[in-house]
């Protein structure tokens, strides 16, 4: 396979992980680019296996995150961004005036704006071993193997992280659940 069509397959499972993340997705879009620049410039030295491009791509954007982070952290935010991050993607307000339904408030921002700010919350209450065994699996699509390879702990320990992921995700979202 072709670093090319390696990127076409990897490169939407890649940007989704970042996200899911906690990556802003202009962020998930720059670290996807410079980490298949990485890959490219290694590309002589590569296995042609799927897996193995598969890891090393998760491996290295997983290090530029990092790097990312402990760069931004010498950052100071004004008053200005700080009001900025406040609001969701959509640009509506976080704190939007709610109103009440059967007893429980609601904000009244668009659905997909809701429930974005919504998982996001709840995800960043996950511990970071379970939201990584978690967002591997489900948003990179990663089968549980190539996880256990990637993060050097046993198939059945994955198996564990990514249902105590679930399990703390349903009771944290609970409210969101439509019953009949």
């Not at 670290?31 to 490219?40: C, D, E, R, S």
Request: aromatic share 6%; glycine share 2%; charged share 25%.
């Amino acid at each position: 396979m072709t670093v090319e069509e390696h990127y076409n397959t990897l490169a939407p499972k890649l940007t989704n992980w970042l996200v899911a993340t906690g990556s802003a997705y202009a962020e998930a879009c720059d670290l996807v680019q410079n980490t298949f620049l990485k890959i490219w410039q290694m590309k002589d030295d590569l296995r042609d296996s799927d897996e193995a491009v598969s890891g090393l791509a998760f491996t290295i954007a997983r290090n530029l995150r990092k790097n990312l982070a402990r760069d931004n952290k010498r950052l100071v935010l004004s008053e200005d961004m700080s009001a900025e991050s406040q609001s969701s993607d959509s640009g509506e307000s976080i704190s939007d005036p709610a109103m009440t339904i059967d007893g429980r408030n609601v904000t009244m921002q668009s659905d997909v704006a809701y429930l974005r700010v919504r998982l996001k919350k709840a995800f960043a209450q996950l511990p970071p071993i379970l939201r990584e065994a978690y967002s591997l699996f489900q948003v990179a699509e990663m089968p549980i193997r190539e996880i256990a390879r990637q993060t050097g702990v046993s198939e059945n320990l994955v198996k564990v992280r990514i249902f105590r992921a679930k399990e703390k995700l349903r009771v944290i979202l609970a409210d969101l659940r439509v019953t009949f």
